[in-house]
Nanobody
Framework: QVQLVESGGGSAQPGGSLRLSCAAS????????MAWYSQAPGKQRELVAS???????NYPDSGKGRFTISRDNAKNMVFLQMNSLEPEDTAIYYC???????????WGQGTQVTVSS
């Protein structure tokens, strides 16, 4: 059974940092793209960052310069370093693995990130 389990969410003040982790099991994702998505209350899930199996990264404008995605293929994990957090970053963050077309086949259960003073 393939599982993606996120951790590292929590509360932070504006300008603070959090590091999210996603541990995959049941399948090696070393050759697959992985990504982080966020979903704020009342909004659609949106891409935060993605990384290919070769390590090429992609960031939509909202996280560019503040967020960094990375992966450790040996540990079958992907990370999201979030800096200069803003209240608008408050959302549930989901890890996704194995891109198929325009979506991902596998999803984690999500981890809550709350940014407030």
């Amino acid at each position: 059974q393939v599982q993606l389990v996120e951790s590292g969410g929590g509360s932070a003040q504006p300008g603070g940092s959090l590091r999210l982790s996603c541990a995959a099991s049941g399948k090696s994702f070393s050759a697959n793209s992985m990504a982080w998505y966020s979903q704020a209350p009342g909004k659609q899930r949106e891409l935060v960052a993605s990384i290919s199996g070769a390590g090429n990264t992609n960031y939509p404008d909202s996280g560019k310069g503040r967020f960094t995605i990375s992966r450790d293929n040996a540990k079958n994990m992907v990370f999201l370093q979030m800096n200069s957090l803003e209240p608008e970053d408050t959302a549930i963050y989901y890890c996704a693995g194995m891109k198929v077309g325009r979506t991902y086949r596998y999803w984690g259960q999500g981890t809550q990130v709350t940014v407030s003073s």
